[in-house]
């Protein structure tokens, strides 16, 4: 007679439930053999499961003849070693060495030979499953009961070793549910190492990064060295909403499954400020590998990715970007198969003009020639230019500004006017999954983005001028948007569309 014992599996950011069905055949020699699709780490599980239960007094596997551990459904591939602790306590029931009741429980974790119970990833996108599929209990590492309590009507029982959990299940002795976490709580005051008010003089870029903060808008930051690109792109966190509780738990999840989420965090409360470094891989970018997981780009879903020296990326990976700047997400394909991931970030990225950097600077000469210039530019290719909202130009500051008495407005009086227009957004997509101007489809922004004549004629001059592409035209309209929902207009007037015109990339 087989046993079942629950657990789950995680494919991209959802979830599965994987029976694990034991069986004992005692006559013949000793096998001990895991089917149903598993990976190397699943396999190594009979080695830790044998040695924890045998280390928690209770006869190891080894001692039988035959057992057989089947992994449904056998056409999902299993990872990990989640797995680890639903064996063990398969094998004690098909053993008869312990008997309950197995119904309605989720059982998650690694086990050390010993015994103990490791932490593992994605247990919130599993706790969140089980709540769908009516679990009512669900057996976690105790590293991994806060993230899972976060998960309202279900009980949350934290692990420490094996020996608890049968007590527990053999109801000798209780394991106290893990306390509900109150959501709300979590949520502190956010302290900023770059504030606005840090940056001397820039009012144009600082002005660009409102609207970029205002409507989910990407920028590219193009100036000299030391002219503040890089502190702009640090003090952009500062100014942007709080996230809401639906945001937080996506990008916990995307954290939960990459194995990132700091330790006593059940939740992800802060958006996130990701910076890859330049000689950055396409699959540590976009994501991937052989079980695909989240990139740099998932993880700053709702939040900043920063690229700074944005031309000395590869090409191959800066036209990964594409898709995820387009639609919000990341399809990551695999002979396992085809997975999406969320990417709903702003792209902030900082570049030089030229190789030495002093093209633009009246002050320096620059060494670099004519073909090298045009060389360097020519790395970021046209349809990623096309998905750029705001091109800022940012000059070198010049001396007197670096001693001057002026005070600058400071991230929180900009912040409340950014939150202000995300609540006008927040209204007008109120009956949408839209949640930023930037991310309005063709039927919202002919509902919500009507031009008068002057604006028609506007636009009509800067797409005959400057040769703009439909996708430009509509990124402007929607830039524009963002403008006059910061000036808390109910319109689209000529001054928004001529400033949002302002900020895009021009060829002539």
């Avoid at 903060?213 to 930051?221: E, P, V």
């Avoid at 060295?225 to 966190?237: C, H, Q, R």
């Avoid at 990341?330 to 900082?350: C, D, K, W, Y």
């Avoid at 910061?486 to 021009?506: D, M, N, P, V």
Wanted: hydrophobic share 40%; aromatic share 6%.
């Amino acid at each position: 007679m087989s046993f079942k014992v629950l657990s789950a599996a995680t494919l991209g950011l959802q979830s599965e439930i994987v029976e694990v069905e034991v069986d004992i055949l005692a006559a013949g020699l000793h096998q001990f053999n895991i089917v149903g699709l598993p990976d190397l780490a699943v396999k190594e599980s009979r080695d830790r499961v044998g040695s924890a239960i045998k280390n928690s007094l209770f006869k190891p596997p080894h001692q039988c003849g035959r057992v057989t551990v089947n992994l449904a459904p056998a056409d999902l591939k299993k990872e990990g070693p989640v797995y680890d602790l639903p064996i063990a306590l398969g094998f004690l029931l098909a053993t008869r060495q312990i008997d309950f009741d197995f119904t309605n429980k989720l059982f998650l974790g690694e086990l050390s030979l010993d015994g103990k119970i490791r932490p593992v990833k994605g247990v919130l996108p599993m706790a969140l499953m089980a709540k769908e599929k009516g679990i009512r209990d669900i057996f976690v590492p105790r590293e991994n009961s806060l993230e899972a309590a976060i998960v309202k009507e279900i009980d949350v029982f934290p692990l420490d070793d094996l020996p608890q959990l049968i007590l527990h299940l053999l109801e000798r002795k209780k394991i106290t549910a893990t306390a509900p976490v109150k959501l709300e709580s979590l949520f502190q005051e956010e302290n900023h190492a770059v504030d606005m008010s840090f940056i001397k003089g820039q009012e144009h870029a600082k002005r660009a990064l409102e609207i970029a903060a205002a409507g989910g808008h990407n920028l590219i930051l193009n100036g000299p060295p030391g002219s503040g690109k890089t502190m702009l792109a640090k003090a952009m966190p500062s100014i942007l909403p709080r996230l809401t509780i639906e945001e937080a738990l996506e990008i916990t999840k995307i954290f939960s499954v990459s194995g990132k989420l700091p330790p006593k965090t059940p939740l992800i409360t802060r958006r996130q400020f990701r910076s890859p470094h330049h000689s950055a891989s396409a699959v540590s970018l976009v994501g991937g590998g052989t079980y695909p997981r989240p990139g740099e780009i998932s993880l700053a879903h709702r939040g900043i990715l920063f690229m700074d020296e944005f031309p000395e990326f590869s090409r191959s990976v800066l036209e990964n970007l594409r898709q995820p700047l387009e639609d919000g997400i990341i399809t990551v394909s695999r002979a396992q198969g085809t997975l999406e991931f969320p990417a709903r970030f702003t792209l902030v990225a900082a570049m030089n003009p030229c190789p030495c950097g002093n093209a633009t600077d009246p002050e320096k000469v620059c060494s670099c020639g004519p073909a090298s210039i045009i060389k360097y530019q020519r790395k970021i290719s046209g349809p990623i230019l096309d998905r750029i909202d705001l091109y800022i130009e940012v000059p070198r500051i010049k001396f007197e500004k670096f001693n001057e008495e002026t005070s600058y407005e400071n991230s929180a009086a900009i912040r409340k006017r950014v939150e202000k227009s995300r609540a006008i957004q927040k209204t007008r997509f109120a009956e949408s999954k839209t949640i930023a101007n930037s991310e309005m489809e063709s039927l919202e922004m002919k509902k919500y983005c009507p031009l008068d004549s002057a604006c028609q004629e506007l636009m009509k001059t800067a797409v005959s001028r400057f040769y703009l592409s439909a996708r430009a035209y509509y990124r402007i309209i929607k830039v524009a948007r963002t403008i006059a929902d910061l000036e808390g207009s109910a319109s689209i007037g000529a001054s928004h569309i001529a400033e949002a015109i302002q900020y895009r990339f021009k060829t002539e």
